[in-house]
């Protein structure tokens, strides 16, 4: 068997979206303007459970997106050069977001 | 009765380099089926068209084709259901001056071709070989190695309720070639074959159910299904083909995770 994993992943991951977007919105958008100061947003995203939060989401996102477009060149590019390289470049720019977004997150 | 025009996709591997459309009109009650016309369009106008056909009940499978864009039995399909093409529509156009005059005397235009995704042999006949071929790689017969009871192996009405929709698949390819994933990868084992591996997954008395799913649940097999429903709308005998798809998902989500 192949491929269960990855499409279970999938699933996983694209539920752990939708509950990660909606408390980004509750605490960007429907907290008030006073929780999106400079300061407070300083002191929430050096706070651990924020952190691991943060990467999660992060995971979550790039697993999310990545396999989808690694499915779509996969089943859509037939030519197979053109088709390895788009594999590679999605694997190239996967690991610089991943790699970004983790300096990002641990900056503070 | 009334005129209606049948524009068909139609290519003879010894003239033709290319499929060419040819239009024929001819009188039609409402009622009838678009085999009906087809058989009278061989009768009376041309013996050349090539199709397939049958039982003309529903039940053989052989005369799948494209009807107005959609993937249906022409023998289950009423001309009064078939949603008609205007003469003037766009996609009825660059026609011969006869044939528009034809064209826009009649009540519209059926627009007939062959199943898509599949090689063309002549007219309207594919090759179901490409088809038939994934149907063998599901292991579509029954595997039961224990001794046979005296009479037959029984099953229960429940159990057989279980496999009852997967049990009225006539193979006619309606739904692998209407299939978005099976056109772009024709490696993809389709969901004809899938909904054939459930059909003795789900039977109580098959005893192979990790061999199949072991073949039904690889890249090109249940993971290129991406829940398009377009199987579910093109078959002609209603089976809910992606439901059946996505419990072949969960049991071999629930297998791996069994062994391990």
Not at chain 1, 5 to 32: D, E, I, K, P
Not at chain 2, 223 to 247: F, G, L, M, Q
């Amino acid at each position: 068997m192949k491929g269960v994993a990855g499409w279970l992943f999938q699933r996983v991951t694209g539920v752990l979206l939708v509950a990660g977007l909606l408390l980004h919105f509750l605490v960007m958008h429907f907290s008030g303007p006073e929780k999106i100061a400079h300061t407070v947003v300083l002191e929430r995203i050096s706070n651990p459970w924020w952190k691991t939060f943060d990467v999660l989401f992060l995971s979550s996102v790039i697993y999310h997106g990545f396999n989808g477009m690694w499915g779509l060149a996969e089943e859509y590019i037939r030519p197979e050069g053109l088709r390895r390289a788009a594999k590679a470049s999605l694997l190239v720019m996967a690991a610089v977001l991943y790699a970004v977004g983790i300096y990002i997150v641990t900056l503070r | 009765m009334e005129n209606y025009v049948y524009r068909i996709r139609r290519f003879d591997p010894e003239k033709d380099a290319e499929p060419r459309w040819e239009d024929f009109c001819i009188a039609m009650r409402p009622t009838e089926r678009v085999l009906d016309g087809l058989i009278r369009i061989k009768d009376t106008l041309d013996g050349s068209l090539t199709f397939r056909r049958s039982c003309l009940h529903g039940i053989c499978g052989s005369c799948a084709m494209k009807i107005n864009g959609r993937n249906a039995l022409a023998c289950q399909t009423l001309i009064k259901d078939v949603p008609l093409l205007t003469p003037s529509s766009p996609s009825c156009g660059h026609r011969g001056a006869a044939e528009k005059a034809a064209a826009a005397v009649s009540k519209g235009v059926i627009v007939v071709e062959p199943l898509p995704a599949l090689p063309v042999i002549k007219d309207l006949v594919v090759d179901m070989d490409p088809f038939f071929g994934k149907n063998r790689l599901v292991l579509p017969y029954l595997i039961n190695n224990e001794p046979p009871p005296e009479r037959e192996r029984l099953q229960s009405p429940e159990d057989q309720h279980k496999i009852l929709q997967s049990i009225t698949c006539i193979m006619c390819g309606c739904c692998t070639s209407s299939c978005p994933s099976y056109w772009a990868d024709k490696e993809y084992l389709g969901p004809a074959a899938l909904v054939k591996a459930y059909r003795f997954i789900g039977d109580t008395r098959d005893r192979a159910t990790e061999e199949r799913l072991e073949k039904v649940a690889q890249i090109q097999g249940v993971w290129r299904c991406h829940s398009i429903y377009n199987c579910v709308e093109a078959c002609p005998k209603e089976i809910d083909i992606t439901d059946h798809i996505s419990k072949l998902k969960r049991l071999a989500v629930k297998k791996r995770w069994k062994r391990s």
